[in-house]
């Protein structure tokens, strides 16, 4: 009995190979670090952060395009009435008075431009640059932040998926013990001996029902948790892709560092330190550029004024005006300005705002991200404990309910020794898997407070360290 409860363990814990229809593409394969290099890659997530550092790229651009010159024009063409001479041309050979001939049209051309080059503006643009340029990487600190949050969601959905699959062989194993011990009470229970009764056949009966729900959960699970992560990698749902994983893995052999060594790590890495310190930055140099926002540009400029019409007659005379034939160019530097002290005031003072916001944020991250790793780090080493205690609780779980269905089919046991053995085989597993879940989630968890992606790719080199004093100053590794 008991060889070939083993064999029925052995086979509900391997997976036979899935045989591929012709021209059904082939199933790619994919690591839990596969799936996070994929979805850093292709995510809809990265890419709206991608186009938020374009976007603000865009503006520092606009901000730089201040010293470029610049051309203001006014050109059209248009008709125009003739004029003709009423009286004698004076001494200048020009005549004295005209009047308008309606009956007589032709074209009327105008031009006028102002070319400037901006020479300065006192401090609004270099206050203006540097507020865009720290607010660039500010922006490519979300970024990296957004990478290491999306990381951890991939990582979340990949364990879930495991969770709920590696449920199925143990409820193959449980279910089918549970029916050999119905098949070994019927037949007992048709010879009218009386050891078996009918509330023992409902008893496997329900338990049969128990088993049935839960691998209709455990195989929706599953799915669900698949689709999920297909989702976040922003693939299609009918992408054919499949976890390399068969179950939840193991416990990791690797011991963790000591918890300052975590706490150190978050100072130098975490995105959101760079993005408090270039938005600080960023914030005072904002406030700046609103201080000087009534400042004057100084500029240099040419003009050209050019109209022209064949209806009217040129004025030879320097004192007549001289309307529709004149080109009139010039030279000239001046100030632009639009001064109102008031409001750059105001603005400043709103600016101030912001600075202080930053200066909150920058306080409450100095004690907030240490506590983030401590948090992470502690639930690690609970994790792990615990899963530890479960893998003995699931291993003893199992004998009770091989032990339990081979005595019943035996005829040595009773109904309720099956279910109880049943009942503390799928809690101790449940515990397992939990224990499980939670240790490689806690990992992923402390990769992500300190600032990682948990791929093996170089620190990002974060120019800023979070002033923070832990009182850490070392702890063993469990």
């Known amino acids: 009995m008991s060889s070939v409860l083993i064999a029925v363990a052995a086979l509900s814990l391997t997976q036979a190979p899935v045989a591929l229809a012709p021209g059904e593409p082939a199933i790619r394969k994919m690591t839990m670090d596969d799936c996070v290099r994929e979805a850093l890659g292709a995510s809809g997530q990265m890419m709206e952060q991608r186009g938020k550092i374009r976007e603000w790229e865009g503006r520092l651009k606009e901000v730089e395009s201040t010293f470029w010159p610049k051309l203001q024009g006014l050109t059209y063409l248009a008709p125009i009435y003739g004029v003709k001479a009423v009286n004698a041309p004076s001494l200048y050979h020009v005549p004295t008075s005209y009047v308008r001939d309606f009956s007589s049209w032709g074209p009327y051309f105008k031009f006028q431009g102002i070319l400037a080059q901006p020479l300065g503006t006192f401090g609004r643009y270099d206050s203006g640059k540097e507020a865009a340029t720290e607010r660039i990487e500010v922006q490519k600190a979300m970024y990296e932040s957004a990478r290491n949050a999306l990381a951890l969601e991939v990582r979340k959905y990949y364990l879930l998926h495991l969770y709920a699959k590696s449920f199925l062989p143990s409820l193959d194993l449980a279910n089918r013990l549970l029916k050999e011990a119905q098949t070994k009470a019927e037949e007992e229970f048709k010879t009218g001996s009386g050891s078996v009764t009918q509330v023992d056949l409902n008893k496997l009966k329900y338990g049969g029902g128990e088993l049935a729900k839960a691998q209709i959960q455990a195989d929706i699970g599953a799915k669900l948790a698949l689709a999920a992560l297909k989702h976040t990698m922003g693939m299609p749902q009918n992408a054919p892709i499949d976890v390399v994983d068969t179950v939840l893995p193991p416990i990791p052999n690797d011991a963790l560092k000591p918890l300052a060594t975590y706490i150190d790590r978050a100072a130098e890495r975490r995105p959101e330190v760079a993005q408090l310190f270039h938005g600080e930055k960023a914030a005072r140099a904002f406030k700046r550029a609103e201080m000087f926002s009534s400042n004057p540009t100084a500029f240099v400029a040419a003009q050209l004024d050019l109209n022209w019409t064949p209806m009217w007659p040129v004025q030879d005379n320097p004192w007549a005006f001289e309307r529709f034939n004149l080109i009139s160019p010039g030279v000239a530097a001046g100030l632009q300005f639009d001064i109102d002290i008031a409001k750059s005031l ?111 790719d170089p620190p990002q080199n974060h120019q800023p360290k979070v002033e923070a004093k832990s009182d850490v100053k070392s702890e063993a590794s469990p």
């Open 346 to 456: 105001a603005r400043e003072y709103g600016a101030q705002g912001l600075v202080e916001q930053i200066e909150g944020l920058k306080k409450f991250a100095a004690t907030g991200i240490p506590m983030e790793v401590r948090k992470a780090y502690d639930d690690t080493v609970q994790a792990e404990l615990m899963a530890r205690i479960a893998d003995e609780q699931s291993s003893a779980g199992k004998k009770w309910l091989v032990f339990a269905g081979a005595g019943y089919a035996a005829g040595t046991g009773e109904a309720k020794d099956v279910l109880e053995g049943l009942v503390a085989y799928m809690g101790a597993k449940r515990g397992l898997y939990d224990a499980l879940q939670a240790v490689h989630l806690a990992r992923a968890t402390l990769h992500y407070a300190t600032g990682s992606t948990g791929l093996e």
